[in-house]
């Protein structure tokens, strides 16, 4: 019996195909560079083959060269490419010609100013050379309070630079939260700036630094940034001080230290939402390959692109920005909000006047501009974009035709699901793959990705965990404060021992694209049957009156199960029966029946983590009964005064159920 496929939303063009980097690699490496699906299962079946295929492809400039590809393949702890010695940083700042723009620095104001490569690598020589002076060796840590702006890239660099180990997060961090991560490094500098902007708003975060100095008490040292003009005080600091322009206008010779292959390059931060956050530990060589791949290989970017993807310092994305560089294009830094209520367009804008090729954002951005009736391409020459990507949860299908038209119908819309603990993706698109709306492409390459049900056996056209059954370079080499490895291996090998398990639900469709369902851990159960959280946001999100909605799934003590929906709705419209009905029609359609809930609340705001994920299960556990502090740490919320309307909610369904 023949299986039919659903026809495509999106082909690519058969000479554009050809053209692109991963058809050339395909074709390097022997194999048909039309045939994605054959390229893939090439590279999960031989590990070594791939990535060493890889390594060559692009140059790996390597100061001692590698024994072995992979010595040992277990999960965790595969040891790849032994014995190599290398530099991140000297990878992203070898492609730049000295006249090459390497950073375009934007804001919400859409000024900007350019970096070339020749500045690029004068300013990281400069602070990499200030860093040393300041006691910066091989394995001490640097951290950054910094907004998006150049000054963060040249801080890693620099740091990488000298085979020391960065992590930095955003300023609307306050002081306390960003010391619940940089303490636990025990770092030597702090990177701090003066503040940043958004939304028209100038936030003042110079005391904020002074308190978060206060909190590491191994600094040795703190360079401060005059980022957004506001005159550093003359006070006692914590350690001692120096500005960036000094730090950074020296006149040295750039060095960069060779490291193993797994020697620290950075360390980013779970989203902390219960206790403190994990710090993430990966390394030189692991994100070196698993960064050139996805961005050459996947996006297609190299010498002549240019790639803004809206991001703040503390997500994942932000890695990806600075890695842009390694591909010898431009990338792109923004500070300020993604939709300013006086220039709500303003990256769209921005992306014509720099001929932006990759253009990268969330799925809540592009409904949010279709919401608001924001025609993007009618006011702007987009047609320099080659690829949209999408990324921090599945982007709904009813959202495709909204790009088609109004943003670039001849791009890739890349729907990409992957996460902080890679620092990649798991699966996505490329220039040879085509794209089913509401579904991610394939797998990426390297990606031996599967989904597996309950009792660890592999599913297709089902809904199962998303897992992956190989090992890939850019895994955690190990989480910090971890000695032992016991955390690191409770969350990832603990439901399936020697396989990954992400925490996502997805379905691996028989035409070779991956849908995601949403996180596992928050999975409806209705009457025993699994639900995914997204297939109900996918849809109520669609509904022009809603801005956005939080489904929970909540067992109660009786054996009960409540399955409300809060929705925060469009200006001017009203959560009356109308309204009620309608959104219950819409799910009952487009999802099913059992995905309609049993209530539907109005709320203000949905609560999220800092990198802009939902707080379901905090916020089932509030509805529950569990206290806020034993539950979320809400420092790390973008909108904790909304918390206590879910405790107030619980107590409420609490004393109804249970009267005095």
């Known amino acids: 019996m023949t299986t039919s496929h659903p026809e495509p939303f999106f082909t690519p063009d058969t000479e554009v195909a050809a053209g692109s980097r991963i058809?050339?690699?395909?074709?390097?490496v022997g194999m048909d560079g039309s045939d994605y699906a054959a390229l893939h299962r090439w590279s999960v079946?031989?590990?070594?083959?791939?990535?060493?295929?890889?390594?060559e492809y692009f140059g790996i400039d390597a100061d001692t060269p590698y024994e072995e590809?992979?010595?040992?393949?277990?999960?965790?702890?595969?040891r790849w490419f032994t014995g190599a010695t290398l530099n991140y940083a000297h990878h992203a700042l070898r492609n730049l010609a000295d006249d090459d723009v390497a950073i375009i620095a934007l804001d919400e104001t859409g000024s900007g100013y350019q970096v070339t490569g020749k500045q690029l690598r004068y300013q990281v020589a400069s602070v990499a050379a200030t860093l040393r002076d300041l006691g910066v060796g091989t394995g001490d840590r640097v951290v950054g309070y910094l907004p998006n702006t150049p000054h963060a890239i040249v801080a890693f660099l620099a740091t990488a630079s000298l085979g020391a180990v960065w992590s930095v997060c955003g300023q609307d961090y306050a002081p306390t939260a960003a010391a619940n991560r940089f303490a636990q490094l025990e770092p030597t500098v702090l990177i701090a700036a003066d503040g940043y902007l958004f939304n028209g708003t100038t936030h003042d975060r110079r005391d904020a630094a002074l308190e978060l100095a206060g909190r590491l008490p191994t600094l040795k040292a703190t360079l401060l940034v005059d980022h957004v003009g506001l005159s550093w005080p003359a006070r006692n600091y914590p350690s001692p001080v120096f500005s960036w322009e000094d730090a950074s206008t020296r006149t040295e010779q750039l060095t960069c230290t060779a490291v193993p292959f797994d020697h620290p390059l950075w360390v980013v931060f779970s989203s902390g939402t219960t206790g403190l956050p994990k710090g993430i530990v990966h390394g030189h060589g692991g994100v070196l390959l698993e960064h050139l791949k996805t961005l050459e290989l996947h996006s297609d970017l190299g010498p002549g692109d240019r790639l803004l993807w809206y991001t703040t310092t503390h997500w994942m994305m932000w890695n990806l920005v600075a890695s842009t560089l390694l591909t010898g294009a431009t990338t792109c830094t923004y500070d300020g909000s993604p939709a300013p209520l006086a220039r709500p367009d303003v990256l769209w804008e921005l992306a014509a006047r720099h001929r932006v090729?990759?253009?990268?954002t969330s799925p809540q951005f592009l409904l949010g501009m279709a919401k608001f009736g924001i025609d993007p391409a009618a006011a702007h020459d987009l047609s320099s974009i080659r690829v949209v990507g999408c990324t921090g949860s599945a982007l709904p299908a009813s959202a495709y035709p909204w790009v088609r038209d109004h943003v670039a119908g001849h791009a890739l819309l890349a729907s990409i699901s992957g996460g902080t603990d890679i620092v990649s993706g798991f699966a996505g698109s490329a220039p040879n793959t085509p794209v089913w709306a509401g579904e991610l492409s394939a797998p990426h390459l390297g990606v031996a990705l599967a989904a597996h049900d309950p009792e660890g056996f592999p599913v297709?056209?089902?809904?199962?965990?998303?897992v992956v059954t190989r090992p890939m370079p850019s895994m955690p080499l190990y989480f910090w404060n971890d000695p032992d490895g016991t955390r690191y291996r409770e969350a990832y090998f603990s439901a399936y021992p020697g396989v990954w398990r992400h925490g996502d639900w997805i379905t691996l469709t028989s035409?070779?694209?991956?849908?995601?369902?949403?996180?596992s851990d928050s999975t409806l159960n209705r009457h025993g049957v699994r639900l995914g959280s997204a297939d109900i946001h996918d849809v109520v999100e669609q509904l022009p009156a809603i801005t956005e909605a939080l489904v929970i799934g909540a067992e109660e003590?009786?054996?009960?199960?409540?399955?409300p929906l809060f929705v925060v709705l469009s200006a001017g419209a009203r959560l009356d029966d109308a309204l009620r009905d309608r959104i219950r029609d819409a799910i009952r359609t487009d999802a099913s029946p059992r995905h309609v809930p049993d209530e539907i609340l109005e709320v203000p705001a949905i609560p999220h983590t800092r990198t802009g994920k939902k707080l379901e299960i905090p916020i089932k556990r509030l509805l529950q009964g569990h206290a806020v502090e034993q539950v979320v740490n809400p420092d790390t919320v973008d909108a904790p005064a909304q918390l206590d309307y879910f405790v107030r909610l619980g107590a409420e369904r609490r004393s109804r159920r249970n009267p005095a």
């Open 45 to 55: 079946t031989d590990l070594a083959g791939f990535w060493g295929a890889v390594w």
């Open 557 to 563: 003590p009786d054996g009960g199960y409540w399955m």
């Open 460 to 466: 297709r056209d089902e809904v199962g965990e998303l």
């Open 69 to 78: 590809v992979l010595a040992e393949e277990i999960m965790p702890g595969a």
């Open 23 to 28: 058809a050339d690699f395909a074709r390097g």
């Open 511 to 519: 035409h070779g694209s991956v849908v995601v369902h949403g996180r």
């Open 357 to 360: 090729t990759v253009f990268g």
